[in-house]
């Protein structure tokens, strides 16, 4: 009886020694090789790296023939703010980011979304609210295509 106690008390220091603060970073990966005959194969791998308000991850694929892509997406966000960004290239030049940002706080809130392809094509969200005090609220938003020509939404949200 006394060495399961003593065995208990044992591990359950030795958890919380290893038990990490709130703010550390974790970070984890793997990556796999398959070779196979006449020089055919391929190499996979990911990556996380995570901690409090920010988390991102990578992966990606590569063939002993020069063909793959890598993927890749982070996001950070706290009290009143948020952002993402997430990408996909390829081996053979083509690819697409993908970008968030958000803001609120005092009554506001600010917007925008972001897509830009490698070949020059992008297309545009900003958009914004605001709390007028009296009850209503006041936004704008505007798109803007990939062909350059953009269409704006405001107004006013009526008190209920």
């Known amino acids: 009886m006394y ?9 359950t220091s030795g958890l919380a020694a290893t038990t990490a603060p709130a703010d550390a970073q974790v970070r984890r990966g ?3 090789s398959v070779q196979g005959a006449r020089g ?4 996979q791998w990911r990556s996380t790296s995570r901690q409090r308000g920010s988390a991102t991850i990578s992966r990606g694929v590569q ?3 020069g063909r793959g892509y890598q993927a890749s997406r982070s996001r950070n966000y706290g ?28 009554g506001a809130y600010t917007g925008s979304h ?9 297309r545009n969200r900003a958009t914004s609210a605001v709390n007028n005090g009296d ?22 949200v009526p008190r209920p």
């Open 135 to 156: 009850g209503t609220a006041s936004y704008n938003s505007t798109l803007t295509r990939a062909d350059g020509r953009s269409r704006s939404v405001s107004g006013t």
């Open 79 to 106: 009290p009143g703010h948020y952002s993402s960004d997430r990408s996909v290239q390829a081996n053979n030049g083509r690819g697409i980011t993908n970008s968030r940002d958000a803001t609120w706080g005092n």
């Open 63 to 65: 063939t002993n023939n």
């Open 40 to 43: 055919h194969g391929f190499t």
């Open 30 to 32: 793997h990556v796999v």
């Open 114 to 122: 972001a897509i830009a392809a490698n070949d020059g094509r992008t």
């Open 3 to 11: 060495k399961v106690i003593l065995s208990l008390a044992a591990l």
